[in-house]
């Protein structure tokens, strides 16, 4: 397949009197990990929202490898290999971790035997590192374990995009070293990656390319040390001190 | 799954089936009214239980069963066609009804579905012309021995309670009902990780209710007469909930297990304390509650019987 996995054209999305995402075109590469940053409120959970059909686009087009999945529900995002983790970690928790990772591989995939289910959420488990919690309810599990299930659960689902929503937020650098090790051999796996993250270490690490959002607006895109440089987003977001320490340090 | 559970239930059957051949016809009429509660009470665990969707509708479908089962055989369809004819009926029915009805959630889905009862009522009560209205309708008798009728309805009762177990088993070992507790759980993550929760919902109301249906027409040629407001009650509603909620939502048996211990209770309530029976029951039914909230099976006796932790609820 030649052209992009994503292709957002125009996409706006209307809260009553609030315009959460207002006018945003881009796209997607197979393979690609693109970071978006922007500060509280901006939009990008919002445009994720829109992407899986969670909260609809009100304008404008969502195209999924050359389809126009603007008006899919979540499900059929799913099950066509749109998956997200959420900012706030969604288990079932009453759940094992086994059972959580299986949902997944059923659901997502359309694999009808339980027993299949659970051998390919084993495999998912291992990947992440969490194997050995298999059999423990979901609830028991530390934040950091559970955002690695979560991330099992995503892939369990055979993602063509993964859309990761602040999954590194509330972990200490240990934790978010391992994450990254993660994703990156996710991104080898030749899944593109869409990273919603407050935490610049982590989005300049990760990152092809960036995009800012401010205000529902795209304000700007590109190479992350370009874009880091761009005096509209070091005033939206970044803050001159904070510019001036990636350049000083010329790589984090 | 639970050999354990389907081992039990096997054994209760036969004690439930041999009761004609040693007890007297009170005990047969016990017998009967068991497995009928058994059958309503597993029905909805599908909903209740496994989806966590807190159906009140129960009395709906099995008034529409009976007034299905009774006008057809009023009409000239021989009796166990009219059974599978009212069995239809309500599959069709709930189906239509649980797209819309399954729109709500939580208490609203609770209070939407008891609505369908009152709804009910007042449609058999109105339309007279096929119904009777309010003077009820009388279905034509078994001319058995009375006997043989008993053993005949607990006969058809204990299949209708084993096929409610049965589909109880397959939807619990499958993808329906694997989904069914992913929605209980979190029905944003349900849906996020694939599940069409929409079609498994719906799916789960109208196996809540197909066997309902089939229970009221089998329990109208019983009696021989229904009228509306006792085939549409809330009571029922509610009494079929608290059983599955008192044996154990969620679990194989625990809707079993609620509905035998409710029905005795009540016998045993109603003979000694005649007429303080309502209130003596209601207090015992609100200690049960809130002592076991989890129901009987979840209590630590019965640990053997849960082989996995998935269908663990502390929601009622």
Same mark, same amino acid.
């Given at each position: 397949m030649s052209g992009p996995v994503i292709e957002l054209q125009s996409v706006a999305r209307r809260f009553g009197g609030i315009q959460a995402v207002r006018d945003v075109s881009l796209k997607l590469e197979e393979g690609e990990v693109v970071g978006m940053i922007g500060p509280n409120g901006a939009g990008k959970t919002t445009l994720v929202n829109c992407i899986t059909g969670v909260h609809p686009a009100t304008s404008g087009k969502v195209l999924f490898e050359g389809r126009d999945v603007t008006r899919q529900r979540p499900f059929e995002a799913a099950r066509s290999g749109l998956c997200r983790t959420f900012q706030v970690v969604q288990p079932f928790p009453e759940m094992t971790v086994l059972q959580n990772v299986a949902a997944g591989a059923l659901f997502g995939q359309k694999i009808s035997r339980l027993s299949q289910a659970y051998d390919a959420a084993h495999e998912h488990l291992e990947f992440v590192g969490i194997d050995q919690f298999a059999d423990m309810p979901a609830s028991n599990l530390t934040l950091a374990n559970r955002k690695r299930l979560e991330l099992a659960k995503s892939l369990a689902m055979k993602p063509r995009v993964l859309m990761l929503d602040e999954v590194n937020a509330g972990l200490n650098s240990a934790e978010i070293n391992g994450a990254l090790d993660l994703i990156k051999k996710i991104s080898d796996q030749g899944i593109s990656i869409i990273v919603i993250e407050h935490l610049m270490k982590v989005i300049m690490t990760l990152s092809q390319r960036i995009l800012v959002l401010h205000h529902g607006e795209l304000i700007a895109q590109g190479d992350p040390r370009q874009v880091v440089n761009d005096p509209k987003v070091v005033e939206a977001y970044l803050g001159e001190k904070f510019a001036k320490r990636i350049m000083g340090n010329d790589h984090v | 799954?639970?050999?354990?559970?389907?081992?039990?239930?096997? &054994?209760?059957?036969?004690?439930?089936?041999?009761?004609?051949?040693?007890?007297?016809?009170?005990?047969?009429?016990?017998?009967?009214?068991?497995?009928?509660?058994?059958?309503?009470?597993?029905?909805?665990?599908?909903?209740?239980?496994?989806?966590?969707?807190?159906? &009140?509708?129960?009395?709906?479908?099995?008034?529409?069963?009976?007034?299905?089962?009774?006008?057809?055989?009023?009409?000239?369809?021989?009796?166990?066609?009219?059974?599978?004819?009212?069995?239809?009926?309500?599959? =069709?029915?709930?189906?239509?009804?649980?797209?819309?009805?399954?729109?709500?959630?939580?208490?609203?889905?609770?209070?939407?579905?008891?609505?369908?009862?009152?709804?009910?009522?007042?449609?058999?009560?109105?339309?007279?012309?096929?119904?009777?209205?309010? /003077?009820? =309708? /009388?279905?034509?008798?078994?001319?058995?021995?009375?006997?043989?009728?008993?053993?005949?309805?607990?006969?058809?009762?204990?299949? &209708?309670?084993?096929?409610? @177990?049965?589909? *109880?088993?397959?939807?619990? *070992?499958?993808?329906?009902?694997?989904? &069914?507790?992913?929605?209980?759980?979190?029905?944003?993550?349900?849906?996020?990780?694939?599940?069409? $929760? $929409?079609?498994?919902?719906?799916?789960?109301?109208?196996?809540?209710?197909? +066997?309902?249906?089939?229970?009221?027409?089998?329990?109208?040629?019983?009696?021989?007469?229904?009228?509306?407001?006792?085939? @549409?009650?809330? +009571?029922?509603?509610?009494?079929?909930?608290?059983?599955?909620?008192?044996?154990?939502?969620?679990? +194989?048996?625990?809707?079993?297990?609620?509905?035998?211990? @409710?029905?005795?209770?009540?016998?045993?309530?109603?003979? *000694?304390?005649?007429?303080? *029976?309502?209130?003596?029951?209601?207090?015992?039914?609100?200690? =049960?509650?809130?002592?076991?909230?989890?129901?009987?099976?979840?209590?630590?006796?019965?640990?053997f019987l849960r082989s996995d932790g998935a269908s663990g609820s502390k929601r009622a």
């Open positions: - | 799954m639970s050999r354990y559970a389907v081992i039990l239930f096997a &054994l209760w059957v036969v004690v439930l089936a041999a009761t004609p051949f040693f007890a007297e016809n009170y005990v047969v009429r016990a017998a009967i009214v068991i497995a009928m509660y058994s059958t309503m009470a597993l029905s909805w665990n599908v909903i209740g239980g496994f989806a966590g969707y807190p159906s &009140l509708a129960t009395a709906a479908f099995v008034g529409l069963g009976s007034y299905v089962g009774a006008v057809s055989q009023v009409n000239g369809v021989p009796m166990v066609l009219a059974w599978a004819l009212a069995t239809l009926v309500v599959a =069709l029915v709930s189906l239509a009804i649980g797209a819309l009805l399954l729109r709500l959630k939580g208490h609203y889905f609770a209070i939407g579905s008891i609505v369908l009862v009152e709804l009910f009522r007042l449609i058999a009560s109105s339309w007279s012309s096929v119904t009777g209205g309010g /003077n009820g =309708l /009388n279905v034509p008798l078994l001319r058995w021995e009375p006997d043989d009728v008993g053993l005949f309805i607990l006969m058809v009762m204990l299949a &209708l309670m084993i096929l409610a @177990f049965a589909m *109880n088993v397959v939807v619990k *070992n499958t993808r329906l009902g694997f989904g &069914l507790q992913c929605i209980r759980q979190n029905e944003d993550a349900a849906d996020m990780v694939g599940v069409n $929760t $929409t079609k498994y919902k719906v799916a789960g109301f109208m196996l809540s209710t197909i +066997l309902c249906g089939t229970v009221g027409a089998v329990y109208a040629s019983w009696v021989g007469y229904i009228d509306p407001s006792e085939s @549409f009650q809330i +009571l029922l509603t509610l009494k079929v909930a608290v059983m599955a909620l008192l044996g154990g939502a969620g679990t +194989l048996l625990g809707p079993v297990v609620g509905a035998a211990t @409710f029905v005795i209770l009540e016998e045993v309530v109603w003979v *000694n304390f005649l007429s303080w *029976n309502r209130a003596i029951l209601g207090v015992l039914i609100v200690f =049960l509650i809130f002592f076991l909230p989890n129901g009987i099976l979840r209590t630590g006796a019965f640990s």
